[in-house]
């Protein structure tokens, strides 16, 4: 009965109208993204009360009542939420921390954060165009769902408690989202507010040229930088990486942060790269090492423990590429076997990063940032056996472009 609502907010915009055929009509229940999404989802329910096709009169009533007890709750209750009290709202089931979204449940850590729509004695009184609001929140704890700035910072560290929940704030999958946890370590890491210059001059160009744009992804080790380099020079192409050389001197500091922060710089990197790609894709063929696969397949891995049946389920939000990202027209995924990577490590001979040592350790790490390259969708990774020479692999390659690719 949960449906999977993606929802889109505008903090002091005109409200979009929530598709009302996404509510569970009994409970109403929805599930949103992530603890973000929280507060403003109450602002959704409430423009789809307004906008639902009940009686003109009972609308205005409702809606009267409505503020006069959002402005009780904002200015007569104390504005103090603390990560304590909305603890304690979350378990006394005042809004349940995981949910069957996406066939998950919250087993193998794939629930999401669902909240049990609340609106209180108010609603519960009102069934509003056939469908009646559970009351799930008391009016004290509605001051859990105001709109201060700093409620965002408590509802983050508060509702990311399951794994799935985790994963949602880890993988900031749209600008705004990637902006906003920028901004939110700024004031700490310097370099957040240059990428965030850097970002927003970016995000404007985004449409791509007549070239083929081909992203090649794969595990460390398994031949992205030779390949890259082989196919550049055969088809006269513009090589790009990510994350792109403007930003890549910070990646250090990045990579030292806790995982929301270090995937955010990552996503940020795909951004940027998205301008590079789309200017020179009106040049040239465009190869690019490494884009959102790569961030989505390595925060998912890093955030989900055990085998990959731990996984999120196939097709999960979490696989699909963000709307507002230049797509590519064709990615590569390289795999070699574990054996052949260990070795082309060991001749590569480079210092390990500490995920590269990690990765060795722990094989089922591997397996799932592979799993989850292979889940990815729109598009879909090709995967390429890059087990053979590299003449073998750059022929394959060189196939498959010239087949998926206007070339
Ligand atoms: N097809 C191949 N067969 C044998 N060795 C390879 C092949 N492709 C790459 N290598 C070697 O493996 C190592 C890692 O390759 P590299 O291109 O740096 O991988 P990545 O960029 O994916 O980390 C390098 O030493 C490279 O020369
Ligand atoms: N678009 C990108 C590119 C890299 N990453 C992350 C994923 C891994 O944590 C590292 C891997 O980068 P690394 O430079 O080691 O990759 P190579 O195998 O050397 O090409 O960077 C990312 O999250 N998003």
């Not at 560290?157 to 902006?179: E, I, N, T, W």
């Not at 925060?299 to 590429?321: F, H, K, M, R």
């Not at 709307?323 to 590569?332: H, I, T, Y």
Request: hydrophobic share 40%; net charge neutral; with cysteine.
């Amino acid at each position: 009965m949960h449906e999977k609502l993606k929802v889109r907010y505008h903090i002091g915009g005109t409200f979009p109208v929530i598709d009302r055929e996404k509510w569970d009509s009994e409970s109403c229940n929805f599930s949103c993204f992530s603890s973000y999404t929280f507060a403003k989802c109450e602002i959704h329910i409430l423009d789809c009360i307004t906008h639902s096709s009940c009686h003109k009169m009972y609308k205005q009533l409702f809606v009267t009542i409505l503020f006069i007890y959002l402005f009780v709750c904002l200015f007569i209750f104390p504005f103090t939420p603390s990560t304590a009290s909305l603890h304690r709202a979350i378990s006394h089931g005042e809004c349940s921390g995981d949910s069957p979204a996406s066939g998950g449940g919250s087993s193998g850590g794939t629930a999401s954060l669902s909240l049990s729509v609340c609106f209180s004695p108010v609603t519960r009184a009102f069934p509003v165009g056939g469908v009646s609001f559970v009351s799930h929140f008391s009016l004290p704890s509605l001051k859990h769902i105001g709109f201060a700035p700093r409620l965002r910072a408590v509802m983050l560290r508060s509702c990311a408690r399951g794994p799935q929940d985790a994963l949602r704030c880890a993988l900031p999958a749209a600008v705004p989202a990637v902006c906003d946890r920028l901004r939110e370590c700024a004031a700490r890491i310097p370099e957040a507010r240059e990428v965030l210059t850097i970002l927003e001059k970016c995000t404007k160009q985004q449409c791509k040229g007549d070239f083929p744009i081909v992203v090649f992804e794969g595990l460390d080790a398994t031949g992205k930088t030779t390949v890259t380099q082989a196919v550049k020079d055969a088809l006269d192409a513009v090589l790009l990486r990510s994350p792109p050389a403007c930003i890549s001197q910070w990646r250090t500091i990045f990579d030292d942060e806790p995982t929301p922060i270090r995937r955010a710089f990552y996503a940020a990197g795909n951004y940027i790269l998205a301008s590079e790609i789309a200017k020179a894709s009106t040049q040239a063929p465009v190869i690019v090492d490494r884009y959102w696969h790569s961030t989505a397949a390595y925060t998912i891995a890093s955030e989900i423990n055990g085998n990959v049946q731990n996984l999120p389920p196939v097709q999960d939000g979490v696989y699909q590429w963000p709307e507002d990202l230049l797509k590519p027209d064709l990615v590569l995924l390289l795999t070699v076997s574990p054996e052949e990577r260990a070795r082309r490590l060991e001749h590569r001979g480079l210092e390990k990063t500490k995920e590269e040592a990690e990765m060795e350790a722990n094989s089922l790490f591997r397996q799932r940032i592979e799993e989850s390259y292979r889940r990815m969708m729109n598009p879909a990774c090709q995967e390429v056996d890059a087990n053979p020479s590299k003449e073998e692999v750059l022929k394959t390659v060189l196939q498959l472009i010239k087949k998926h690719c206007a070339l």
